[in-house]
């Protein structure tokens, strides 16, 4: 009997990656394959549902938090008690969903962030992984160090709320208020983001105008985030990811000695990813659309790529492909398989994405199943 290992990034607003493994195992149920799945993220939203399906003892945990605005919310992070671990997302409560059209990252911060690291080191954490991807903020992890008990102060000793707009007017920082249990954690940034916090290809640059930050004002923004950096840390520094999440990169690794590492590779080492791509026939990943970038880090390539030094065939089910067939093949994938078979706006595509998944798996399983 063939068997398969499924493991498909999220489509997002569609699918998680949760959903479409499942759909596409009882597809492959329905024609007789096996398949064993693998819960997948990049260190953005999934990463902690990732963490939760591959390994056992974990429980997800509700807090009441802020959200980029300082709004009341309540967020998800996951905690496995035995290891004394939290896998926390920027994303729950400082990620771009909650932008508005009225707010710009000098109104915004991550403190909502903080308080759920705070929750988790109050609950007996001694390592936390914090995914770093789908971040809605620049604040350079100001927000969140705030939170964490670190406090700035402008030159006339007024405390800051550090949104985005008082990076520039940092004169001072305190850390005695920090608690001696968040100093004693491991902190690991999940993240495949090698931007630098500021200069052309910093968080300013690259993420502001896609967080709301006006083309204009972006110059000045750098500025003041180079200006923040100068006086927390007594330099400027072109240190590779720092500008991930809008500089919660530089929070991180600067004032909580955080060791960066792939999100990607996380989930994959945890999982035991590429022996179980050693174990099976095959390969199914994909994701909502796969293009030129895919091949600069993205999860289903580095699965492909996986599946192709174990010489196992991989398909890539999409909602949308652009680029080159031979490219793809190159790094590994045996065909790139858009689910959308019909003309469709993209609101649709994406509420029809679980039953337009289900029939493309259905047409390979058919094909798989004839062929062996």
Known sequence: MMEALIAIDSFKKSMTSIQANQIVADQFAKQGIKSRQIAIADGGEGTVAAFLANQPGGVAVEVATVDINQRPIK?????????KLAVIEVAAASGIQFITADLTP????????????KDAVNRGAQKIIIGLGGSGTVDGGAGMLRALGYRFFDVKNQELMMIGTDL???ARFDATQVAKAV???TFIAAS???NPLTGRTGAATIFGPQKGLASNEVASYDQAMQHFMQVTTGQVSAHLGDGAAGGIGFALRNFLGAQVQSGFKLIANLSQLAAQITAVDFVVSGEGQVDDQSFMGKVPIQ???LAQAAQKACYLMVGNQKGDNQVFADHGVTAVLPIVDH?????AAMQEGPVNLARMTD????????CN
């Open 363 to 370: 047409r390979l399983a058919r094909i798989i199943s004839e």
């Open 343 to 347: 003309v469709s706006t993209l609101e």
């Open 106 to 117: 000098a109104e915004t911060n991550t403190y909502g962030t903080g308080c759920l690291i």
């Open 168 to 170: 520039g007017r940092v």
């Open 183 to 185: 100093q004693a954690v």
């Open 75 to 83: 967020a998800t992070y996951g905690y496995f008690a035995d290891q």
């Open 192 to 194: 495949d983001v090698t």
């Open 303 to 305: 699965i492909s790529e």
